[in-house]
């Protein structure tokens, strides 16, 4: 991401920057057509789609011994069991404690010597037991990708976005939100036809 | 606005976008830095300051005859004594009408033949008035500019952000939304630096 100034307060009373930026930079949404052709665009989301009660997941135990590490169903009941049943539009989101990388790109990436990353993410298998089992608005993680970092064909993304949902990458400061009772409001850009945006959340509690 | 293609579906397995824009693009944040040198950047606008009771002050019937029409303080006690005093923390936004200009960009810049722009905006005694007497976080405008059109010198930016206090520009569909009562979210992108960004609005009822 690159700010050029376009403004300066000599010249024209106020500064601004021209944003030089991929869609799917920091914070931020993959819309369906991310990998769906013919799915729709960030800006095809109704509003309604961007809230939800917001359902935190914890994985950061089993990551601490193995970086590719991702979510799977029993962690969905394993929730479940304490807070009760996934709420209707739900989001849903890992908290695998790779946040605390955010910043380090090395450690964030975590790169092996054949050039392969590996940080956590979901499972196609919990994703398709959302699809089929619970009613769910999107889904999010801490880390790059909705994928483990080692995935090579994106079976989460393909799997979720061809149901027209939207997923979240790099979402940040999950620590200080509950596993249950947060909402959250997802802020992505209007960007027409984007394949994503960057978002800012706001979780009310 | 321009997007251009960074990764393809046949060649990546997605497809995604290079954005390139001004920050003030759309509809966006003015954060005090945008104006004043040592004010606060869009990033350093602390999340609960985004948030809060929505004031939507209709001025339709003036623009009508005058496209140079501004808010003034008359305005606000107008709303007060309908729907009683302005509640704490409010973001007070102007519906001029102007939105129905919105992708119309010379009805919506509405330049006269010496090359002045015509629009509404906020006066600065309005401004002025909120700062001495009211609890306000934000203020926005359905136009271009927190600034009438035709202004040179923009006292309502200049009074407005030189407090700490931000503005939005560009705000759409707000014939939606009630004068009183609505809660609204705004989802400003986190630019490190950045003098403003582009932001998901979005109001709860």
């Not at 050029?4 to 920091?26: F, K, M, P």
């Not at 997941?57 to 069991?81: G, Q, S």
């Not at 249950?180 to 209007?190: E, M, Q, R, T």
Request: charged residues 20%.
């Amino acid at each position: 991401m690159r700010l050029e100034i376009a403004s300066t307060y000599s010249e024209n009373g106020y500064q601004d920057y021209e944003l030089h930026l991929n869609e799917h930079t920091g914070t931020h949404l993959d819309a369906p057509i991310h990998f769906i052709k013919d799915g729709i665009a960030v800006h095809e989301i109704p509003v309604h789609c961007l809230c939800g009660p917001l359902v935190v997941l914890d994985i950061r135990d089993r990551v601490l011994h193995n970086h590719d590490a991702t979510v799977i169903p029993d962690d969905i009941l394993r929730w479940e069991k304490k807070y009760g049943k996934i709420p209707s539009n739900a989001i849903i989101i890992m908290n695998s404690g790779w946040g605390k990388y955010f910043g380090d790109n090395n450690a964030f990436v975590n790169m092996d010597k054949q050039g392969i990353p590996h940080f956590p993410g979901w499972s196609k298998t919990a994703v398709e037991f959302l699809l089929e089992a619970r009613s769910v608005l999107g889904i999010g993680v801490d880390t790059l990708s909705l994928d483990q970092g080692a995935s090579e064909d994106f079976p989460v993304h393909n799997t979720w976005l061809s149901n027209g949902l939207w997923g979240l990458e790099n979402v940040a400061n999950l620590d200080n939100i509950p596993p249950s009772g947060a909402f959250l409001f997802v802020g992505a850009s209007k960007v027409y036809g984007g394949t994503g945006s960057p978002v800012r959340l706001i979780a009310v509690i």
